[in-house]
């Protein structure tokens, strides 16, 4: 099982798919609470990308699937996990990859991407107006408190309604609830800012018709000098398992892009 040591030391899980070496790689940063297995590879979106003919990487992010789970808040800042990207790729020795980041992993992916030159193509999932408004999670649908109570809560019948699907979610991929409360309460600390002006790569932003996390996805794409938008049949756990997200990325990803 591939790890590496990121900027600070923490050990994170990694996984790549060799593909045919016509295309630029393509990253892939998963969702909150969820992992390799359950956001790219039980969803069809590994399988539809190698078939393309694409190499694959995914990322374990620090606190979710084989990655280290420290129980610290302060391990789990916006740009720790962005800088984790940018270590992988240093890891890994790549000069240039595509990035596709889904919910929390969308945000992590359009901070990378704003830091890091070596992400010369981008494409979003689970996330809309709630990027440009709040700079990350969209809070007035969840907010991060509420996302925590709902995993530390001794009894499910205490989970805030709003945290219950990520507490479900959690408990599925057998996560470690104290290490993602951390994560959700790191992400209400930040300055909630994104500077997405500053994105001047090829990008589609993806968004589920009845994602409420993706609200108004047209802001976040017009936000983004030359982003193209997409709606996908679907809510936010739904979306990304329709073949329509993964037949979207092959088609964005396979087309000429500057390099």
Same mark, same amino acid.
């Given at each position: 099982?591939?790890?590496?040591?990121?900027?600070?030391?923490?050990?994170?899980?990694?996984?790549?798919?060799?593909?045919?070496?016509?295309?630029?790689?393509?990253?892939?940063?998963?969702?909150?609470?969820?992992?390799?297995?359950?956001?790219?590879?039980?969803?069809?979106?590994?399988?539809?990308?190698?078939?393309?003919?694409?190499?694959?990487?995914?990322?374990?992010?620090?606190?979710?699937?084989r990655s280290e789970k420290p129980h610290d808040e302060s391990r789990y800042t916006e740009d720790a996990m962005?800088?984790?990207?940018?270590?992988?790729?240093?890891?890994?020795?790549?000069?240039?990859?595509?990035?596709?980041?889904?919910?929390?992993g969308a945000i992590i992916a359009l901070t990378a991407t704003a830091a890091d030159k070596r992400i010369r193509?981008?494409?979003?999932?689970?996330?809309?107006?709630?990027?440009?408004?709040?700079?990350?999670?969209?809070?007035?649908?969840?907010?991060?408190?509420?996302?925590?109570?709902?995993?530390?809560?001794?009894?499910?019948?205490?989970?805030?309604?709003?945290?219950? =699907?990520?507490?479900?979610?959690?408990?599925?991929?057998?996560?470690?609830?104290?290490?993602?409360?951390?994560?959700?309460?790191?992400?209400?600390?930040?300055?909630?800012?994104?500077?997405?002006?500053?994105?001047?790569?090829?990008?589609?932003?993806?968004?589920?018709?009845?994602?409420?996390?993706?609200?108004?996805?047209?802001?976040?794409?017009?936000?983004?000098?030359?982003?193209?938008?997409?709606?996908? =049949?679907?809510?936010?756990?739904?979306?990304?398992?329709?073949?329509?997200?993964?037949?979207?990325?092959?088609?964005?990803?396979?087309? =000429?892009?500057?390099?």
């Open positions: 099982m591939p790890t590496f040591a990121s900027f600070d030391g923490l050990r994170l899980h990694y996984t790549v798919w060799e593909g045919d070496g016509a295309h630029r790689p393509v990253l892939l940063q998963h969702g909150f609470a969820a992992d390799t297995n359950a956001n790219w590879i039980s969803t069809g979106v590994v399988a539809a990308l190698r078939s393309a003919g694409f190499t694959v990487i995914s990322l374990d992010a620090r606190g979710h699937g962005a800088r984790d990207v940018s270590a992988l790729l240093d890891e890994l020795r790549l000069d240039e990859v595509s990035m596709v980041g889904y919910s929390m193509c981008l494409a979003t999932g689970g996330v809309g107006s709630g990027i440009v408004d709040f700079g990350g999670v969209d809070l007035r649908v969840v907010k991060p408190a509420d996302i925590a109570s709902a995993l530390l809560a001794e009894d499910p019948a205490l989970v805030p309604p709003s945290g219950v =699907p990520f507490r479900l979610l959690a408990d599925a991929t057998g996560g470690d609830r104290r290490a993602l409360a951390a994560v959700a309460l790191a992400s209400a600390s930040g300055d909630g800012h994104l500077d997405l002006s500053s994105i001047g790569v090829p990008t589609l932003v993806l968004a589920g018709e009845q994602d409420q996390l993706a609200a108004e996805p047209e802001r976040l794409a017009a936000a983004i000098a030359g982003a193209r938008l997409m709606r996908i =049949p679907g809510d936010h756990m739904t979306a990304v398992m329709s073949p329509a997200f993964a037949e979207a990325l092959v088609s964005f990803l396979s087309a =000429p892009h500057p390099r």
